[in-house]
């Protein structure tokens, strides 16, 4: 959740007029405000945070609509005996990117999301410690693979991009080689592993001249070498193959097979980021991506974020959209307990947690209720895709696969409407562009 809300935050500060020009910026300002007031709710001291609420195997052994469950609904928390620095970091990474976001419509918000950013990075590093080692119960469905080094790094550098107080830049810096940043290579970003992301933000550092990074330029360096790693090999563009993403025979970037367009979308969003600051920075006349296999422009970047949108919307080998509600065919039989079962307006009696499996779960025919805007697990190396409700490793939707793609959809939308409008302007007699066409991107 909280890294659904930063990758918002994140789209929201470099795309703000893109979305706004689609007509979507107060939807996303509601989005993001939905997930930083739980946030805030849950941090209930400054060495205490929510973590979950819910056991998720009591949860699994139930198929109901939320007005109907009646299991118990534990919380866990995290706190000094029970640390969590990799849920404390991304949560501060969160808040802080969303204090921007609201520094101008909302002051006194924004201020209130940065102290609990701040409070909750410094208990992130002074107790340190993965949150599934002290919370058992999420080991089996959200383990932290990369621990939490990755989290403070980001947290640190999102900290210090929303106050311009070199101490986090510092933080970065110094922690650099110990926690990984500039030593880890790495072809994923998600919602467990960071590293692309905050080599990413820290290169931004460099091409944007900032005043601060002239003097860690050598660190800084390291962590563009890293993020221009990453983002050669979803271009393919690293001369060891090994080194590179690889692609289905239809092109979307393939990491692995449980909800592989987490990572396509996740992809699409830093190619689209860096792609902009080549193109907004000081030498962006000669600016391009250093790859060992050929330089590569700021277009060939947002080119292949361009595919990877297409293939999600429908440009793939089955001609179907993976956004669902989105085209003329999208996953009708998502594994989601509100969306396949009667809505509760509709009929109001009660479907218990069996009875939920049994006339629900297992029957074959579409869910009653479209969830409109999700991105599903997706399709396997192969494109293949099976629209079943127990193929949860496909049709399973998540609030982090859509996350990245608002931006990227909106930057992609408006580049579009720039290209058709010029061509219109040049052929005035050539009849006017097909809106469709430019709504879709």
């Known amino acids: 959740m909280a890294f659904t809300v930063t990758m918002l935050s994140w789209g929201a500060i470099d795309f703000a007029a893109d979305i706004a020009a689609a007509g979507e910026w107060r939807h996303a300002l509601e989005a993001i405000k939905w997930g930083t007031d739980y946030f805030v709710k849950a941090h209930t001291h400054p060495f205490v945070y929510w973590a979950e609420v819910g056991d998720g195997d009591t949860d699994h052994y139930c198929w109901q609509r939320p007005e109907d469950m009646t299991t ?48 909750l990075f410094e208990f992130g590093d002074t107790y340190r410690g993965s949150y599934d080692s002290s919370i058992e119960e999420v080991r089996s469905y959200y383990a932290s693979v990369s621990g939490y080094h990755d989290e403070l790094l980001w947290a640190a550098l999102w900290l210090h991009r929303a106050t311009g107080k070199e101490e986090y830049l510092r933080y970065a810096v110094d922690n650099a080689d110990s926690f990984g940043g500039v030593g880890w290579a790495i072809t994923e970003f998600s919602w467990d592993v960071k590293y692309a992301g905050l080599q990413v933000l820290a290169a931004k550092l460099l091409l944007d001249g900032d005043p601060q990074a002239a003097a860690h330029r050598g660190v800084l360096e390291k962590y563009r070498e890293k993020a221009e790693h990453y983002l050669c090999a979803c271009l393919g563009r690293n001369i060891n193959g090994a080194d590179n993403v690889d692609r289905s025979p239809g092109g979307m970037l393939y990491v692995r097979q449980w909800n592989n367009l987490q990572y396509a979308s996740s992809a699409a969003f830093l190619l689209t980021a860096y792609s902009h600051y080549l193109s907004s920075s000081s030498a962006s006349a000669s600016a391009a991506l250093r790859c060992p296999g050929g330089a590569a422009a700021a277009a ?10 297409d293939y999600i919307l429908g440009r793939n080998p089955l001609r179907l959209s993976y956004m669902v ?34 006339d629900w779960f297992g029957r074959g025919r579409a869910n009653p209720n479209v969830l409109a805007g999700a991105i599903v697990g997706g399709p396997s190396r192969r494109d293949e895709f099976r629209d079943d409700r127990a193929n949860y490793m496909q049709t399973e939707a998540c609030t982090y696969n859509t996350a990245p793609m608002v931006a990227v959809f909106a930057r992609l939308h408006r580049l579009t409407t720039a290209i058709t409008t010029a061509a219109a302007a040049e052929d005035p007699d050539g009849g006017s562009p097909d809106r469709r066409s430019v709504d879709r991107r």
Request: proline letters at 3%; charged letters at 25%.
């Open 72 to 119: 118990s609904r534990q919380a866990y928390r995290v706190d000094r005996d029970n640390p969590g620095s990799d849920l404390a970091g991304e949560t501060a990474a969160a808040l802080a990117a969303a204090s921007i976001v609201f520094r101008r419509s909302d002051p006194h918000y924004s201020h209130l999301l940065l102290h609990h950013a701040q409070q």
């Open 300 to 309: 060939e970047m947002v080119s292949l974020a361009r595919s990877q949108a």
């Open 325 to 358: 509600g989105y085209g003329r065919r999208y996953p009708a039989r998502v594994h989601h307990r509100g969306a396949s079962i009667v809505s509760h307006k509709e009929d109001g009696r009660f479907i218990g947690c069996v009875q939920g499996f049994d």
